[in-house]
């Protein structure tokens, strides 16, 4: 079973950096395209970037644009998200999830929470002076 673990939130000032990875394994493949999500106390959960299995294709949110990359690391079964200048509003627990095996990565990637079966369990951020 394909297992996600997220790391490296955590409380920060606004204006600040983290890096926040993903690590998965277990499932049948090496190449798994990524969500990265998250959920504020209150709200839905939304998608803010994802990176293609196959091309390292990404996609954001327009909210984050521009503060917010996505990458995959050198190591196998490993994608990053570089979170930039920081604000309040980012304040939210972080899951990274896998698309579902044979799903097609579209620039829709992150309408579809359904299309995302397994997911990891959340790692915190805060942002807070």
């Known amino acids: 079973q394909l297992r996600l673990v997220e790391s490296g939130g955590g409380l920060v000032q606004p204006g600040g950096s983290l890096r926040l990875s993903c690590s998965y394994s277990?499932?049948?493949?090496?190449?798994?395209?990524i969500g990265w999500f998250r959920q504020a106390p209150g709200k839905e959960r939304e998608g803010v970037a994802c990176i293609s299995g196959s091309d390292a294709t990404t996609y954001y949110a327009d909210s984050v644009k521009g503060r917010f990359t996505v990458s995959r690391g050198n190591a196998k079964n490993m994608v990053f998200l570089q979170i930039n200048n920081l604000e309040r509003e980012d304040t939210a627990v972080y899951y990274c999830a896998a698309l579902n095996f044979g799903f097609l990565f579209t620039s829709k990637c992150l309408s579809f929470l359904g299309d995302y079966k397994d997911w990891g369990q959340g790692t915190q951020v805060t942002v807070s002076s």
């Open positions: 277990g499932g049948i493949s090496d190449n798994y395209s």
